[in-house]
């Protein structure tokens, strides 16, 4: 085999591939048949009719795009052929031979396009030892694969509780942690932030947290004494002045973490740089 003709060759099963359909069937029902014979398909007990003499089948089609037909004869016939007639045009459809079961003469089906709007067709077949069965072909759709859930742009893991802090009318809340809790939380899909904080001013030992990322202390950070008469906090006497930190850069998730290390109350906020 030469390579051009193997190429030409994988390219012919890729397409066969992406066009293929896989389908379902359903029963249809004939609307004047004739006799009737059982037949097992599968696990299943299926009835299969012949129409009445000179006389053809007929099916409601309304909404099917695709029928599968089925067929079995008493007798081993020379040129077995159904008819179908779709939009008053015949259609014959030569059968071929697949194997004796169950004391009947079993044919490999056929499969026929309806097309659209069609409410009705005949299916005729002039062989009187001709049984059959006809399925709508159900087109199965695949499965939406399932979204991964988006995760939230910040997730609050652990804190010493809420506290509202104002400046000239305009209130925001603060996450506080202190020597006993720290203030836990992770930032997701690659958002980076800053963090803006204060101490509770007590005595005259400075106020000191570390900053740690992914449990891995970054940076300490300490205060110093000056307060400040802009900001005021609930049930706060003696506010320190800010600290504006730059967080460090998330290239995905990161679990940040703001740790007490001297014996103050603090409060942050974290907000997201806008992207």
Same mark, same amino acid.
Not at 162 to 187: G, L
């Given at each position: 085999?030469?390579?051009?003709?193997?190429?030409?060759?994988?390219?012919?099963?890729?397409?066969?591939?992406?066009?293929?359909?896989?389908?379902?069937?359903?029963?249809?029902?004939?609307?004047?048949?004739?006799?009737?014979?059982?037949?097992?398909?599968? =696990?299943?007990?299926?009835?299969?009719?012949?129409?009445?003499?000179?006389?053809?089948?007929?099916?409601?089609?309304?909404?099917?795009?695709?029928?599968?037909?089925?067929?079995?004869?008493?007798?081993?016939?020379?040129?077995?052929?159904?008819?179908?007639?779709?939009?008053?045009? @015949?259609?014959?459809?030569?059968?071929?031979?697949?194997?004796? +079961?169950?004391?009947?003469?079993?044919?490999?089906?056929? #499969?026929?396009?309806?097309?659209?709007?069609?409410?009705?067709?005949?299916?005729?077949?002039?062989?009187?030892?001709?049984?059959? @069965?006809?399925?709508?072909?159900?087109?199965?759709?695949?499965?939406?694969?399932?979204?991964?859930?988006?995760?939230?742009?910040?997730?609050?893991? !652990?804190?010493?509780?809420?506290?509202?802090?104002?400046?000239?009318?305009?209130?925001? #809340?603060?996450?506080?942690?202190?020597?006993?809790?720290?203030?836990?939380?992770?930032?997701?899909?690659? @958002?980076?932030?800053?963090?803006?904080? @204060? !101490?509770?001013?007590?005595?005259?030992?400075?106020?000191?947290?570390?900053?740690?990322? +992914?449990?891995?202390?970054?940076?300490?950070?300490?205060?110093?004494?000056?307060?400040?008469?802009?900001?005021?906090?609930?049930?706060?006497?003696?506010?320190?002045?800010?600290?504006?930190? =730059?967080?460090?850069?998330?290239?995905?998730?990161?679990?940040?973490?703001?740790? !007490?290390?001297? +014996?103050?109350?603090?409060?942050?906020?974290?907000?997201?740089?806008? #992207?």
């Amino acid at each position: 085999m030469t390579k051009r003709l193997y190429v030409v060759l994988l390219f012919c099963l890729m397409a066969f591939g992406s066009y293929a359909q896989e389908y379902r069937t359903r029963i249809m029902e004939f609307e004047n048949p004739g006799s009737r014979r059982i037949h097992n398909v599968g =696990d299943a007990k299926h009835w299969y009719y012949r129409s009445k003499p000179e006389k053809s089948m007929t099916l409601k089609t309304e909404g099917v795009k695709r029928i599968q037909v089925r067929s079995f004869s008493l007798e081993r016939l020379k040129k077995p052929q159904i008819i179908l007639v779709i939009d008053k045009k @015949r259609q014959s459809f030569d059968l071929t031979y697949k194997e004796f +079961d169950e004391g009947y003469h079993v044919y490999e089906y056929f #499969e026929a396009d309806i097309p659209e709007g069609t409410k009705s067709i005949e299916v005729l077949c002039y062989q009187r030892s001709m049984y059959m @069965r006809v399925y709508e072909m159900q087109e199965v759709l695949p499965k939406a694969k399932p979204k991964t859930p988006r995760l939230p742009n910040r997730q609050i893991l !652990a804190h010493a509780g809420m506290i509202d802090m104002t400046h000239n009318s305009t209130t925001s #809340e603060y996450y506080a942690f202190n020597p006993t809790q720290a203030f836990r939380f992770k930032h997701n899909n690659g @958002r980076n932030a800053i963090v803006y904080v @204060r !101490a509770r001013l007590t005595d005259r030992t400075l106020p000191v947290f570390g900053l740690y990322q +992914d449990g891995e202390l970054i940076e300490m950070i300490e205060f110093s004494l000056a307060r400040t008469n802009k900001y005021t906090a609930q049930g706060v006497k003696y506010l320190s002045t800010g600290k504006k930190l =730059d967080l460090p850069e998330n290239s995905g998730s990161s679990e940040f973490e703001l740790r !007490a290390l001297s +014996d103050h109350l603090f409060m942050a906020r974290p907000v997201f740089i806008s #992207e």
